[in-house]
């Protein structure tokens, strides 16, 4: 009597349906009964099966080994669940080796006892463990913080970038709210962007400020994507956190050498002349009234002809020291070219434009500069004021006025006193 002669036909058919390859032996290792589906994983057809050796479906290699296995499950058999922690390899019929688990179950029967083995295909499940592990790898040693946060922003994993740019441990962040990494007055960007990523939106390149284990600031440029189960379900957030301290300031550099006249440190003309356009619309828009100064170095030319250009570059830089000092912290000083500087006086009135203008006066009038070779300049300017108020044209109109007071100052200045009258 065969194999398939032994068996009941409603277990030939729950044998067909098995989505694992089924292959049932006898005690000597010759293949008894097989289902369609180890067709379909082992490349053989039925008939190429039935009647020959187990071993045909393993590695050669293997063999050796797995006939000592086979023989000893023989002498005790017993029921072996599937992914028993052996690596275990399936042959094709065109040589081609794949990883397998294998239960195996022994089947009492009349003629004695077979041993049924269900042998499922994990090559897909061991290339994802594959890609996984490779993935974790990359994510742990990555130099960008990877963090991973549930809906209600506790976090649940941690990298080494992580802990190398914030200096927490794994163990002292799992499971702490991720505030602790945002300075005070930055709550308010993490409840948006937990808002924004809770309805599915990925936010790229946001840039705030964090802060570390011992309290230090640092700018960080976030990307902050969802997580999503499989069946669409967002059940938090990842977050790729980078260092952009450097880039910041570096930044910043760029952005002031646009703007600043290298020499003096001061605003340059193309920045003062968009200040002052600023200031024109808030007194249009709010009768906010300011004044504008325009200072004019006396005797520049005759400084730099006599002592030279590198004398006459220390002028500039001293003076545009003593308006940054006298001035205060919201006025705003420009070289806009040669020896002319402009300083722009928010919230001031005429009264408080010639006061200004007077104590600049005295200040530069007093102050010495002396040159490499010992000798102590003396230096005087020329003020012109004008003001700016909801009437006023235009930045340049605001300009030339200032201008033409200050010449008008340096030409009265220039005049001989004359003699009072007898």
């Known amino acids: ?41 082992f490349g053989y057809r039925r008939e190429e099966l039935l009647g020959r050796g187990v071993e045909m479906l393993v590695p050669e290699r293997f063999h050796e080994h797995h006939s000592a296995l086979r023989t000893g499950y023989a002498a005790a058999p017993h029921t072996r669940s599937m992914g028993a922690g052996l690596e275990l390899y ?12 294998i239960s195996l179950s022994p089947l009492e029967t009349e003629d004695g006892t077979l041993v ?67 300075p005070p007055g930055h709550d308010d960007d993490l409840l948006d962007i937990l808002r924004r990523v809770q309805s599915g939106e990925q936010i790229d390149e946001f840039e705030t400020v964090g802060v570390r284990r011992d309290g230090t600031q640092v700018d960080v440029s976030m990307t902050v994507s969802p997580i999503r189960l499989p069946e669409g379900t967002i059940i938090g957030a990842s977050t790729i956190a980078r260092d952009i301290t450097i880039r910041r300031r570096y930044q910043e550099q760029l952005v002031f050498l ?42 520049f030319k005759q400084i730099n002809d006599a002592h030279g250009h590198k004398a006459g ?20 000083v420009a070289r806009i070219g040669g020896d002319e500087f402009m300083a722009l006086l928010p919230y001031a009135g005429a009264s408080q434009a010639r006061a200004v203008s007077e104590s600049l ?5 007093k102050t010495k500069i002396e040159l490499d070779d010992g000798t102590k300049l003396s230096l005087t300017v020329s003020v012109g004021t004008t003001l700016i108020d909801a009437q006023t044209d235009s930045s340049d109109a605001a300009l030339v006025e200032a201008d033409r007071a200050m010449y008008q100052d340096k030409a009265r200045r220039a005049r001989p006193p004359q003699d009072p009258p007898r």
């Not at 009941?8 to 290792?29: H, K, N, T, Y």
């Not at 808030?282 to 005797?299: F, K, N």
């Open 258 to 299: 646009a703007e600043h006249d290298l020499l003096t440190g001061t605003r340059n003309r193309r920045r003062f002349e968009r200040d002052l356009s600023e200031q024109i619309a808030r007194s249009r828009r709010y009768g906010e009234q300011a004044a504008l100064l325009s200072i004019d170095i006396d005797g």
């Open 90 to 101: 399936g042959r094709r019929s065109d040589g081609t080796e794949f990883p397998v688990e």
């Open 361 to 365: 006066r005295e200040v530069i009038c």
């Open 1 to 41: 009597m065969t194999g398939e002669d032994r068996l009941q036909g409603s277990f030939r058919a729950l044998l067909e349906s098995a989505p694992d390859a089924m292959v049932i032996v006898d005690m000597a290792g010759e293949i008894v009964l097989v289902n369609a589906q180890t067709e379909k994983v």
């Open 116 to 182: 049924s083995s269900a042998i499922r295909d994990i090559t897909e499940r061991k290339r994802a463990e594959r890609d996984a592990s490779h993935f974790i790898a990359i994510v742990r040693s990555a130099d960008d913080a990877i963090i991973g946060k549930d809906l209600k922003w506790t976090v649940t994993s941690w990298n080494h970038g992580a802990e190398r740019l914030f200096g927490y441990a794994e163990a002292e962040i799992l499971g702490r709210s991720v505030s602790v990494l945002a």
């Open 313 to 332: 570059d220390k002028v500039l830089r001293q003076i545009g020291v003593v308006l940054k000092q006298r001035l205060r912290e919201a006025d705003i």
